[in-house]
């Protein structure tokens, strides 16, 4: 008896003490904040999904302003412009209930200070936000980068953007986004999926459902080997070689396993024994498509990997009869007086621009055509003098509002914008100039400073700016809250070429690249 009541009271007396501490409430763990150019991001552990409202002090706790309340775990606090000078800001996160200024409130009190930032900054944010997409957001089971954010397929993972989510990853090890343990733990997990993943004559599939491991269809005939996207994909991949090869031992057996998977495959086959390349094959409806790649587009990169095989090359006389032989390739006219050497009218989407070169550093490659530099500097400046003019007279587009690339749309969905087309709807998307920053640093920056300081609470998540935006539509309709793999990689890894050149870099010391250029007729520095 004596027990049973020493237990029962030590019960009520720890009950007691945690009801005198904790009587109505739980006080979210985890809770930490981390503040940027313009806004503060507070995070903390919400996993039961409860209520908190959250409160904003300047003035050193003598007022406190409501912001939002929420049953998530993150917001992030838009003040729309660089101090001036450093500041502290106090946040309150709250159960409903309780004051703002109470006794109570101190418990669920972050202080952050917050200091006037700069250019820099604002690059490295937008960096390591955007980065997230491909560690935080990657699908957990094979690290490959999803497909998108807004996903209504299941669990859908792209092969094109897992090769620019490799170069991002990397950089953000580089940055200290995550650690260099964690990119190659994310990489290895992607390798392993490619490694066993059905593939096409050594080409991989547009996308894959991760969930079976199988070939998701792009379209129906699409099911099968896609060429330009193993290309993407590759790219990413041998950067990756480079940047593994001289770690330790497991580092240096994932760049050799690796070159096994950029050995097997098979660019020479998707020719059909033609002077073409052909984009898709498939074991159910074989070359149906019968897509030869044609450019100036996005598919440079493609021709340049099939030359540089080491196992499956192509002849020169197939970038020749193929590539190059195509109404889009040559282009010579003057836009605002701008000269585009290459390229279809205004230069066509931008993402043209930024694919191919994520590693290939188009700094001094050169060939009877073009100086690729020069030729993606025009083609960038053309679509901000578009946007300046702006002959459709759309609201918002300027010098700070300018890009147009393949992306959501508010209005119709995925589609390509360009200038000079129907498609051209008012609708920017940010990776369009920010990607461009190392063509275009002072007028990339005008873009994402105004894209940040003026509307971020709009257009800026959690994992960078989203996808598309038109000011023209009505509140609340104007942005595509969406994250595309595809448009995010660009951004990580651009930035990083501007401010570092690492990717080019890194891409560039493959020796079997140069002679691939060489074949091709290309001139460039090591």
Same mark, same amino acid.
């Given at each position: 008896?004596?027990?049973?009541?020493?237990?029962?009271?030590?019960?009520?007396?720890i009950?007691? @003490?945690?009801?005198?501490?904790?009587?109505?409430?739980?006080?979210?763990?985890?809770?930490?904040?981390?503040?940027?150019?313009?806004?503060?991001?507070?995070?903390?552990?919400?996993?039961?999904?409860?209520?908190?409202e959250?409160?904003?002090?300047?003035?050193?706790?003598?007022?406190?302003?409501?912001?939002?309340?929420?049953?998530?775990?993150?917001?992030?606090?838009?003040?729309?412009?660089?101090?001036?000078?450093?500041?502290?800001?106090?946040? *309150?996160?709250?159960?409903?209930?309780? +004051? !703002?200024?109470?006794?109570?409130?101190?418990?669920?009190?972050?202080?952050?200070?917050?200091?006037?930032?700069?250019? /820099?900054?604002?690059?490295?944010?937008?960096?390591?936000?955007?980065?997230r997409?491909?560690?935080?957001?990657?699908?957990?089971?094979?690290?490959?980068?999803?497909?998108?954010?807004?996903?209504?397929?299941?669990?859908?993972?792209?092969?094109?953007?897992?090769?620019?989510?490799?170069?991002?990853?990397?950089?953000g090890?580089? *940055?200290?986004?995550?650690?260099?343990?964690?990119?190659?733990? $994310?990489?290895n997990k992607?390798?392993?999926?490619?490694?066993?993943a059905?593939?096409?004559?050594?080409?991989?599939?547009?996308?894959?459902?991760?969930?079976?491991?199988?070939?998701?269809?792009?379209?129906?005939?699409?099911?099968?080997?896609?060429?330009?996207e193993?290309?993407?994909?590759?790219?990413?991949?041998?950067? +990756?070689?480079?940047?593994?090869?001289?770690?330790?031992?497991?580092?240096?057996?994932?760049?050799?396993?690796?070159?096994?998977?950029?050995e097997t495959?098979?660019w020479?086959?998707?020719?059909?024994?033609?002077?073409?390349l052909?984009?898709?094959?498939?074991?159910?409806?074989?070359?149906?498509?019968?897509?030869?790649?044609?450019?100036?587009?996005?598919?440079?990169?493609?021709y340049?990997?099939?030359?540089?095989s080491?196992?499956?090359?192509?002849?020169?006389?197939?970038?020749?009869?193929?590539?190059?032989?195509?109404?889009?390739?040559?282009?010579?006219?003057?836009?605002?007086?701008?000269?585009? /050497?290459l390229?279809?009218?205004?230069?066509?989407?931008?993402?043209?621009t930024?694919?191919?070169f994520?590693?290939?550093? !188009? @700094?001094?490659?050169?060939?009877?055509?073009?100086?690729? =530099?020069?030729?993606?500097?025009?083609?960038?400046?053309?679509?901000? +003098?578009?946007?300046?003019?702006?002959?459709?007279?759309?609201?918002?587009?300027?010098?700070n509002?300018?890009? =147009?690339?393949?992306?959501?749309?508010?209005l119709?969905? %995925?589609?390509?914008?360009?200038?000079?087309?129907?498609?051209?709807?008012?609708?920017?998307?940010?990776?369009?100039?920010?990607?461009?920053?190392?063509?275009?640093?002072?007028?990339?920056?005008?873009?994402?400073?105004?894209?940040?300081?003026?509307?971020? @609470?709009? $257009?800026?998540?959690?994992?960078?700016?989203?996808d598309?935006?038109?000011?023209?539509?009505?509140?609340?309709?104007?942005?595509?809250?969406? %994250?595309?793999?595809?448009?995010?990689?660009?951004?990580?890894?651009?930035?990083e070429?501007?401010?570092?050149?690492?990717?080019?870099?890194?891409?560039?010391?493959?020796?079997?690249?140069?002679?691939?250029l060489?074949?091709?007729?290309?001139?460039?520095?090591?």
């Amino acid at each position: 008896m004596y027990k049973k009541t020493f237990i029962v009271s030590l019960l009520i007396l720890i009950l007691a @003490n945690a009801f005198a501490t904790n009587p109505n409430y739980v006080v979210p763990s985890g809770m930490k904040g981390r503040a940027y150019p313009a806004h503060i991001e507070l995070n903390w552990q919400n996993r039961t999904g409860f209520i908190y409202e959250i409160y904003r002090s300047t003035d050193k706790g003598k007022k406190f302003i409501k912001l939002t309340e929420t049953n998530s775990d993150t917001y992030m606090d838009f003040f729309g412009q660089t101090l001036q000078k450093e500041q502290t800001y106090i946040y *309150r996160i709250l159960p409903k209930g309780i +004051a !703002p200024k109470s006794k109570d409130a101190v418990k669920f009190e972050i202080q952050i200070i917050v200091t006037p930032g700069n250019d /820099d900054d604002l690059l490295d944010m937008t960096q390591a936000y955007t980065t997230r997409y491909f560690f935080d957001f990657a699908e957990p089971k094979t690290g490959m980068a999803r497909e998108r954010s807004n996903e209504v397929n299941g669990e859908i993972v792209t092969t094109g953007g897992t090769g620019f989510g490799i170069m991002a990853l990397i950089a953000g090890a580089e *940055r200290n986004y995550l650690s260099r343990s964690n990119a190659y733990q $994310t990489i290895n997990k992607m390798v392993s999926f490619l490694e066993n993943a059905e593939r096409f004559h050594g080409a991989w599939s547009h996308w894959y459902d991760a969930r079976s491991g199988k070939p998701f269809s792009f379209s129906k005939y699409d099911d099968g080997g896609d060429l330009v996207e193993t290309a993407f994909l590759v790219q990413g991949l041998l950067t +990756a070689r480079e940047y593994f090869k001289s770690g330790n031992v497991e580092e240096h057996l994932l760049a050799n396993r690796i070159t096994q998977l950029w050995e097997t495959v098979e660019w020479s086959w998707y020719t059909q024994g033609t002077d073409s390349l052909y984009w898709h094959w498939s074991k159910n409806y074989g070359f149906k498509m019968n897509h030869r790649i044609k450019g100036f587009d996005e598919t440079l990169i493609t021709y340049i990997l099939a030359a540089s095989s080491p196992t499956y090359p192509i002849e020169r006389s197939v970038y020749e009869n193929c590539y190059t032989n195509s109404s889009y390739f040559l282009n010579g006219k003057n836009y605002y007086g701008i000269k585009l /050497d290459l390229g279809m009218e205004y230069g066509g989407p931008l993402f043209f621009t930024h694919y191919s070169f994520l590693g290939l550093n !188009p @700094n001094e490659l050169t060939d009877q055509y073009t100086n690729y =530099f020069e030729r993606n500097r025009a083609h960038s400046l053309i679509h901000r +003098a578009y946007a300046i003019d702006n002959p459709k007279k759309h609201i918002g587009l300027g010098e700070n509002l300018w890009g =147009f690339t393949s992306s959501d749309d508010p209005l119709v969905g %995925y589609t390509s914008h360009h200038p000079g087309t129907n498609d051209e709807n008012g609708t920017i998307s940010p990776t369009a100039a920010i990607s461009s920053i190392v063509y275009t640093p002072e007028e990339s920056m005008q873009v994402l400073k105004n894209l940040y300081f003026n509307s971020g @609470n709009k $257009t800026f998540g959690k994992y960078g700016f989203y996808d598309a935006f038109n000011p023209g539509l009505v509140e609340g309709q104007q942005v595509v809250k969406s %994250y595309l793999a595809i448009d995010q990689g660009p951004i990580a890894v651009m930035i990083e070429n501007y401010r570092s050149g690492l990717l080019w870099k890194l891409f560039m010391q493959n020796e079997e690249i140069h002679k691939g250029l060489e074949k091709l007729g290309f001139k460039t520095t090591k």
